[in-house]
DNA sequence: CTAGGAATTGAACGTACGTTCACCTAACTT
DNA sequence: AAGTTAGGTGAACGTACGTTCAATTCCTAG
């Protein structure tokens, strides 16, 4: 036996990547097998290094490209405005592109330290000029006095970590809806800058 | 060759689990091999033997020794006062309690899916028991009007989340002092839960 | 000073890993 | 209808893993 009906690389490609997201979402990097992933897409092993050189690099794209999109779905949001309106478009943009993504966002956050160095300095680069747009936004608000924030830096490091907190615990389906979601969140972010109140848009 | 000189028990027992801990939190359970904790022990791999069953139960240990600790700790901190006063004493405490412990609770965190599944029920058992304690307050601070919080099991994730990032950016001997890192994360606990400002000691 | 147990070695066991490769076959081109 | 090739198989490669265990050495008690 060999090639199956109906096989192609415009499927497969794309159903590598998956699945590798799912697993080592779910069991982490260094504990998911080539095996394993072959399995969940109904191949042998080998047919694996069709679509990627090596398991590294396989883990690396999945983050790249995880960033690249990030960075592009993040670029045409509105970070112009005044500061609270621009915080709220931050806060309501990063809550709906990670409830989407949360596979995506778990590996990326968590198998940083499986890349090799040169792999981790690029991510490690995006996800700075990610947190970076949110500081800007902190250091505005703090210049025009409607943010009371003392550090930008750590308030930055703080509201990232609140808001991405939320793939650990959300599941689909679940109790509270998307918009719920997104409105008590972006109401704590609002409050703990210091941010003065109801200015809904 | 055996073994050497000044060897004990009470000696490398400690040894092999602060090493497994250092290692497993910098490149993670599955990367961390028996091989590599032995070595960092400056031991045979046969040895870690004498210390744990297996390499799984070194990790449950680990981490379970860890919660042990956690709710210890918690528990002597007075949480039974004026809700804002409880939630002061709580975070203060928490942040404390984890920059100290930076390689344990980031391992606490991040290998909960490397567990077995009758140890990961301890474990998350033992991490809800001390989230309650947080939500316990904040139902309590709404409950008299204090807290403005929509819903008290999301608010309690959202704190613990971002209280909890610090380990992910803390490095020791870094620009901010532990004092000033616990009164700006304070300051913004305090206002994301709407808590009516300045009520210091 | 000597016996006996505790601590450790070093080699080995079976298994499973990431990766390679010679071969095969279904589908597209002409 | 034949030829080409992308897409895939399945077996194999060397390596490294977690774990075991007989043998060895150091320490302690009497």
Redesign the pocket.
Known sequence: ?????????????PRVRSAARSLIARHGF?A???????REV?????????????????LFDLMKSHMDELLEAVSSVDLSGPPERALEAFARFHIAFHLDRAEAVFVAYMELRNLTEDNFAVIEDQRKTYENLLERILQRGRASGVFAVHDTKLATMALIAMLTGLTTWYREGGRLDRGDIQDMYWDMVRKAVGADAALSA
């Open positions: 036996m060999a090639r199956k009906t109906g096989s192609h690389s415009d499927i497969t490609g260094a998911v097998t080539m095996r394993q992933i072959a109904g191949v042998q092993a080998g047919a694996l290094y069709l679509y990627t050189p090596d398991k590294q690099t396989l």
